[in-house]
Every structure is written in structure tokens, then in C-alpha cells.
């Protein structure tokens, strides 16, 4: 099928650029961008002048299969995509057991081309079950389709056995994504240390637990030149290294959670578990700092860090509760309060939300560019509702936005032309 969409505001990140026009789709890519009129026997959808972007590329996502399906399944999680306009998801290996053989890789590849209505690539694990002590077999997995390789938060301890890894994952070219943090200083807090910690008697951990384990991390990428990612970037004092690393030619990127974007410390209040995240909310000044690195570049990527729980493990004392959130539906709407409040432009956010994860991992999504797939998303910046997380699509509710103000209206999202949400989905 042939679309003609009219009249959009296209959001292009490559140009860094707003401007109106339409684009033509085509056989599941885009055809054209500013023709003057629909091809015949095209189907014709009026934008209204609203805001066409590329599809978001969700890098880090929690999905529940296997052995959690409870909390997300493939189906559940690619519905709240859609309807947030994530076209691509980058599923982390952190499931039960771990992705961390090609015969688990190739189990959930095939259940999510099944089930999910948005494209799913896999991350698999960097050690046999997350355990930190034995090396999974990086070509294998890479061969059967794994597009990076992880413990997620069970970070290394061995610097011997992450030296190694490294140095083969080298070797093959493959891509390393870690989570910066002493883990040692970080085992068992539950919010950042400071005066806040200290007035709710909660167990904290000094934002230089981040910094430590990033130096570590940078040692060893100098020392066997593999490509890295960290998962997120949340402090201040992590971003003058993160400056000495690029500088250095390291072959490094970074991310940070749009929660830690858009949430402080302070939102903890009166002990709320939905806030309860991994790392822990930071101060105010650390998220403007942030706030500033990514809209300059210096954090590459936007993600939600999708981590679906279910309601007993939430419902708990704050130490003891699950730590995480669901954000795959609110996503786009919490990245439009960076929008509004003139910290980002609409091309800046969708450089980080979709042309620089896109690029990082090897994809071709990502862009508004003739030729690029026709993964898009059609949103309304501007329209204001009062997010009830009983609505959401997630199997599981655990979003720190309940009952908020939002902007940010998704009217349609499309994966290779077809369109997957909205009115006439």
C-alpha cells in the first residue's frame, strides 16, 4: 500500500530541522518527503499539522518472557509500544533464565515476530545466567541476532573476567553495554545518599558509586578498544569523564532513563515505590545536568528502561519493594515536558529517542530520510490529559506518572507502513 501523508509537521534529527511538508510511503519504506501531490490510488491521511517523527527506538527494554510473563508478555509490551510510539524494541536479557545461549535467543525472536505488533531486537547476556563469572558465547549469539551483549544491573564484579569479555567481544566487533556502578557501594540502597535519605531513614548510595564504576569501565575499554554503551548516565560528577572518554577516542556512547530526566529524589515523598528505580532518582541538580549533557549531545541516547512489576512486588516497604517502571505509553509524554519546558527541541529528543540508538546498534530506523523504513510516529506535542495507569497496555501498572498532568497525544504509530495504533489501525 501507498500513503500520502499531508500536511505534517516532519521532524527530521539528522537535519536537526522542523519543517512543514508531506511524505510519501511506499512498500514499507519513504518514498518521498515534500511531494506535491499523492501518488495514485494512494491512501491519503491528513495530519492536521501535527508532528511526524521516526519511530522511537527503545533501547532497554524489560520483557517477561520467559518465566515472567505475568508482569509483560511480547504481545502486551508491543502494544504499549504502538500506542507510545516506539517502533523498535531493544529487549534487555534480563529474564528468567537469562538470554545467554542461542537456543533462548532464538525462542524469544520467534515469539516475538509472533506476538508483537512492532519490530523486537534482543540483547543477550555478557555471562552465563548474569552470574558475572563465565563468558556466553558472543559469536554464536551474535550470529543468531543478538545486537549487543549485557548483564544489565548485575554488574560485573571479576575485572579479570570483564577484561576478558571485552577483549573478545573486541575481536568479533560486537557492542558491550554496561551499568555504572560500584557494586559494593551500591548493594542495598534504595534512594541517592543526602539529606533526603537521611530525613526518610532510607538506605542511600553516594552518587560516586556511578562515577567508580564508570572509571573501571573506561579502563578497560582503553585497554582492549571495545565498543561500549552505558546504560545511564544520572549524576553530574560522571560527565566530565564521560567528555575525557569521547575526547580520547574511545569508542563509547551513553544513555540515560527519561525518568531520570524528568523526576528528582524529592518525588520519593512519602516513601512511593512506583518511583523506586534503578539507579535511585538523583538530585535536582544532577537531573538538569543531565538535562543539559543530552540536549548537547554528550549522553547519546533517551530510553524508558521499561521494567515491568507486578503490584505485590510493589507493595511493600520501600526497601524491600521491586525496584522499576513501566514506560513504554508514557515515554513520549514525559519527554514533551523536556520539550515545553525549552530544555530540548522536538529534533534534539528524537536524535536521542531514535537516530543515535538506531545508528549505535546497526539499525537502519531512525530517520526521516527517502529510503529509510516508514517506522513513524503522528503525535499532538501540545494536547494535555491526566494519565490513568489502569489504562495502560502494560500487563503491569507500576508508572510513576499516575494521575499526573501530561502533553503529548500519540495519533498514530506506523512499522513498515503499516499502521499499528490509531483511529483506523
Known amino acids: 500500500m501507498t500513503l500520502f501523508l499531508e500536511n505534517a509537521r516532519l521532524v527530521d534529527p539528522e537535519a536537526g530541522e522542523e519543517r512543514n511538508g508531506n511524505l510519501i510511503v511506499h512498500e514499507g519504506v519513504i518514498a518521498a518527503i515534500g511531494a506535491a501531490g499523492p501518488p495514485a490510488d494512494a491512501r491519503i491521511i491528513d495530519c492536521r499539522g501535527m508532528a511526524l517523527a521516526p519511530g522511537i527506538v527503545d533501547l532497554g527494554v524489560k520483557v517477561g518472557e520467559p518465566g515472567e510473563r505475568h508482569r ?167 560527565l566530565p569523564a564521560l567528555e575525557r572518554a569521547k575526547k580520547n577516542g574511545l569508542d563509547v556512547t551513553a544513555g540515560v532513563s527519561i525518568h531520570h530526566l524528568t523526576l528528582n529524589e524529592y518525588d520519593v515523598g512519602d516513601y512511593r515505590t512506583f518511583f523506586k528505580l534503578t539507579p535511585p532518582l538523583r538530585s535536582e541538580d544532577d537531573r538538569l545536568a543531565v538535562v543539559e549533557a543530552v540536549a548537547a549531545g554528550l549522553i547519546d541516547i533517551i530510553c524508558s528502561m521499561h521494567t515491568p512489576q507486578d503490584e505485590e512486588s510493589k507493595r511493600l516497604p520501600f526497601e524491600e519493594a521491586a525496584a522499576g517502571a513501566v514506560a513504554l505509553e508514557t515515554f513520549l509524554p514525559a519527554a514533551m515536558r523536556l520539550y515545553h519546558a525549552g530544555a530540548m527541541t522536538l529534533p534534539q529528543l528524537f536524535r536521542a529517542m531514535s537516530l543515535n540508538p538506531a545508528r549505535r546498534l546497526g539499525l537502519d530506523g531512525g530517520r526521516l530520510a527517502e529510503g529509510a523504513p516508514a517506522d513513524l510516529v503522528l503525535f499532538d506535542p501540545d494536547a494535555p490529559f491526566v494519565l490513568d495507569r489502569f489504562k495502560l497496555r502494560s500487563k503491569s501498572k507500576n508508572t510513576p506518572f499516575d494521575e499526573a498532568r501530561m502533553q503529548g497525544r500519540i495519533i498514530a504509530t506506523f512499522v513498515g507502513g503499516t499502521q499499528v495504533f490509531g483511529e483506523t489501525a
Do not use: N, W
Not at 515476530?113 to 531486537?121: F, G, K
Not at 558472543?138 to 543478538?146: C, M, P, W
Not at 560500584?182 to 538506605?203: E, H, I, N
Open 72 to 238: 509483560e508478555s511480547f504481545r502486551s509490551a508491543g502494544l504499549a509500544a504502538a500506542a507510545g510510539g516506539v517502533t523498535t524494541i531493544i529487549a534487555r536479557p534480563d529474564t528468567h533464565p537469562a538470554i545467554d545461549s542461542p537456543e533462548t535467543l532464538e525462542f524469544v525472536t520467534r515469539r516475538a515476530a509472533e506476538a508483537s505488533p512492532v519490530r523486537i531486537r534482543h540483547m543477550a547476556a555478557l555471562t552465563r545466567g548474569r552470574e558475572g563469572r563465565e563468558m556466553v558465547e558472543i559469536g554464536f549469539l551474535r550470529d543468531a541476532g543478538a545486537v549487543a551483549f549485557s548483564d544489565c544491573d548485575h554488574v560485573v564484579r571479576d575485572t579479570k573476567v570483564l577484561g576478558r569479555c571485552m577483549t573478545y567481544a573486541r575481536s568479533l566487533g560486537a557492542l558491550i553495554i554496561g551499568h555504572p556502578q560500584d557494586p559494593g557501594l551500591s548493594l542495598g540502597a534504595a534512594v541517592t545518599s543526602g539529606k533526603f535519605a537521611s530525613l526518610r531513614g532510607l538506605p542511600g548510595v553516594s552518587p560516586m558509586a556511578e562515577r567508580m564504576g564508570f572509571d573501571r569501565d573506561m579502563a578497560l575499554v582503553e585497554m582492549t578498544g571495545v565498543a561500549y554503551h552505558a546504560d545511564q548516565i544520572t549524576c553530574a560528577r560522571t
